[in-house]
């Protein structure tokens, strides 16, 4: 990904989840740069594109847990800028993310008030409500298909 992709993927996220939300922490946290990390945006014209510098409209990011290949995908970062909501923008990334790697569980953590829109993808809770930076979220799992 070149330097301004990025830049419009971190400016999407601190402007939804630190200044939007109001949660004060390190987004820029040094998981973008792990090995196997993906990042996975969409620009609001129908494509999801890997590669080109625009306004990025909703994004995710992938990360590999531990225990190789078989480990689950960890989905994080989901965020769709405000002109872009209603959409089903983030629904296209995720589906997009469940298609390449269903065949290993994918776990997140869903702000609470999004359970439902996460269930329709497939995920279950798996886990206690907690608060993450004043904010409740839901451990969640969706089991990897298997053959």
Known sequence: MDAGTLHALLRLRVDVFVVEQACAYPEVDGRDLEPGTEHVWHV???????????????????????????????????VTAPTARGRGLASVLVQDVVARHGDVDLVLDAQAHLQGWYARHGFEPVGE????DG????????????A
Request: glycine share 12%.
């Open 44 to 78: 609001g014209d129908g494509a999801v594109r890997p590669g080109e510098l625009v306004a990025v409209a909703a994004a995710l990011r992938v990360l590999v847990e531990p225990g190789g290949s078989a480990a689950p995908r960890r989905i994080g970062r989901v």
């Open 129 to 132: 409500e907690f608060l993450e």
């Open 135 to 146: 904010i409740p979220h839901v451990p969640m799992r969706r089991r990897a298909a298997r």
